[in-house]
C-alpha cells in the first residue's frame, strides 16, 4: 500500500544532541501526525499538524506542516535516553478515505 | 482507564493453521481499526468499524482474512489459513467518531507463521 517517505531511516546520536526528521510525500495531505513507538508497544501520538506552515511543539518536541502540504519535519532538542524508539510519520489525504497513510519509521538510538 | 487490550500478545503456529486475534476498544471509542505491520515498516489500515459497521475493509484480504465487531465492542480478525508471509504484528487502535487523528493503539499481537 501507499506508504509515506520517510527519512532518515535510523539515527545514531550522542545523548544531549538534537535530532530531525522528515517525511514527504507527491501527494497532498491535509493533516500530519507524529507517532512514537516503542519495542512491543504500539505507537503514540506525540503532535498532530492542520495547516500547511503550522509549527506545534510539545516539550523538546516540534513538528511543522511544510508549505507545500507534501513534507512535514519532526524535531526532538537535547536527546534524552527515553527518546529511543522509533518514529512514524502519518498523513490524511484531501481526496479519498479518511484513513492514515504512515511512513516507514525513524529509528532512534541514543549513545550516553 | 484502561487502554486498548489485544491478545494473545504473541502467536507462533505453522502455515494453512488459522490463527484470531482479539481486541477490547478503550470504552466509550466506536471506531475501532486493524492494521497490519510488518518488520521494519508503518502501520497498514486493514479494516475500520464505525460501531458495528465496517466502513473500510478495501484494504482486508478476503480471500483469507475476516473481522467481526458483532456487538460494536470488541473485535476479532481471524486468518485462514494462515500464510508464511502473514508473518507480523497486529495492531488494534480505537478513537471517538470523528476525532481519527486521535487513535490510541493497543500493544499488538506479533505473529509468527513457520
Known amino acids: 500500500g501507499q506508504q509515506l517517505n520517510q527519512s532518515p531511516q535510523s539515527m545514531f546520536i550522542q545523548e544531549g544532541e538534537d535530532v530531525s526528521m522528515n517525511c514527504t510525500s507527491s501527494?497532498?495531505?491535509?493533516?500530519w501526525l507524529w507517532y512514537k513507538q516503542d519495542p512491543g508497544e504500539g505507537p503514540v501520538l506525540l503532535i498532530a499538524?492542520?495547516?500547511?506552515?503550522e509549527l506545534t511543539s510539545n516539550g523538546r518536541l516540534t513538528a511543522q506542516f511544510g508549505i507545500t502540504r507534501k513534507d512535514s519535519f519532526l524535531n526532538i532538542s537535547a536527546s534524552i535516553p527515553s527518546d529511543v524508539g522509533i518514529y512514524f510519520c502519518?498523513?490524511?489525504?484531501?481526496?479519498?478515505?479518511?484513513?492514515?497513510?504512515f511512513g516507514q519509521g525513524t529509528r532512534l538510538t541514543i549513545n550516553p | 482507564e484502561a487502554g486498548v487490550v489485544q491478545s494473545p500478545r504473541y502467536k507462533i503456529i505453522e502455515k494453512k493453521q488459522p490463527v484470531a486475534f482479539w481486541c477490547n476498544p478503550i470504552?466509550?471509542?466506536?471506531?475501532l481499526y486493524w492494521y497490519l505491520q510488518n518488520l521494519g515498516q508503518g502501520p497498514e489500515l486493514l479494516i475500520r468499524?464505525?460501531?458495528?459497521?465496517?466502513?473500510?475493509d478495501s484494504q482486508l484480504p478476503k480471500d483469507r482474512f475476516s473481522a467481526e465487531r458483532l456487538k460494536g465492542v470488541d473485535s476479532t480478525l481471524k486468518i485462514q489459513p494462515a500464510e508464511l508471509g502473514d508473518s507480523a504484528v497486529y495492531l488494534c487502535?480505537?478513537?471517538?467518531?470523528?476525532?481519527?487523528?486521535?487513535?490510541?493503539f493497543g500493544p499488538g499481537t506479533r505473529l509468527t507463521v513457520l
Open positions: 487502535a480505537s478513537s471517538f467518531s470523528g476525532e481519527g487523528d486521535t487513535q490510541y
Open positions: 501527494s497532498i495531505f491535509n493533516t
Open positions: 499538524l492542520y495547516k500547511a506552515g
Open positions: 502519518a498523513g490524511r489525504r484531501i481526496q479519498g478515505a479518511q484513513k492514515l497513510v
Open positions: 470504552s466509550g471509542h466506536n471506531t
Open positions: 468499524y464505525e460501531n458495528e459497521e465496517a466502513v473500510d
